[in-house]
């Protein structure tokens, strides 16, 4: 039985049907994806944030620096493997989700900035969570890594929301076009209107006469 030809606007109504199909797809999809590549990103952020720690923990174990005053009294050894933790893990993390969960042409020193703006309020509850929560559980090594994953955990929930609803709530997703910008200019610049170039199936070509 031969295959029977479509027409043109057969075509074309075949081609905005699937165009709808995935846009509704991606639209019911789109936060439970985001949120998957944001726990992918975040725990790579993480493992660094807690590996970092661990490892001043340990290092600064049998050294006396004092204690400061910073929210709550607590050692500076702990406060200074807490600051140099986190900062490692919001530069990863800020990164690597503004590239590939949130795929944003947004400026980066103003993202940079309202992601700083996060952790006004964020990174003296942390330093003071670590320091309270280590020691109700004894003050030992394992009780302020204890203290730091459960904090970790907390902020990942919290700066998701964040970045998602704050920092990228207007600009997710328009790398892609900034990045596609100029090949359409140059579509425009041939003669053809971007119209006719995504209309077309993948086995025509332009000529421009």
């Not at 019911?28 to 952020?45: D, E, H, I, M, P």
């Not at 003296?124 to 559980?137: E, R």
Request: hydrophobic share 45%; charged share 20%.
């Amino acid at each position: 039985m031969a295959k029977q030809k479509l027409t043109p606007e057969e075509k074309a109504q075949r081609k905005a049907d699937r165009k709808a199909k995935f846009k509704a797809m991606n639209e019911k999809n789109g936060t439970r994806w985001q949120a998957v590549k944001y726990l992918l990103c975040t725990a790579s952020a993480g493992i660094i944030q807690f590996v970092s720690f661990t490892i001043m923990t340990y290092a600064f174990a049998k050294l006396d620096w004092g204690t400061i005053n910073f929210i709550t009294e607590m050692k500076k050894t702990t406060f200074v493997a807490t600051t140099v933790a986190l900062a490692l893990s919001v530069l990863w993390n800020f990164t690597l989700n503004r590239k590939f969960t949130f795929k944003s042409a947004k400026n980066v020193p103003v993202a940079m900035a309202l992601a700083f703006l996060f952790y006004v309020p964020f990174y003296p509850f942390q330093t003071w969570y670590v320091h309270s929560v280590s020691t109700a559980l004894g003050g030992k090594e394992w009780a302020s890594l204890i203290a730091e994953a459960t904090v970790m955990l907390i902020n990942g929930v919290l700066e998701f929301c964040w970045q998602k609803f704050v920092i990228y709530r207007k600009s997710a997703n328009t790398a892609a076009h900034k990045e596609a910008a100029p090949e359409i200019e140059h579509i425009k610049n041939s003669g053809v209107s971007v119209e006719d170039v995504t209309s077309l199936d993948d086995t025509d070509t332009i000529t421009k006469g």
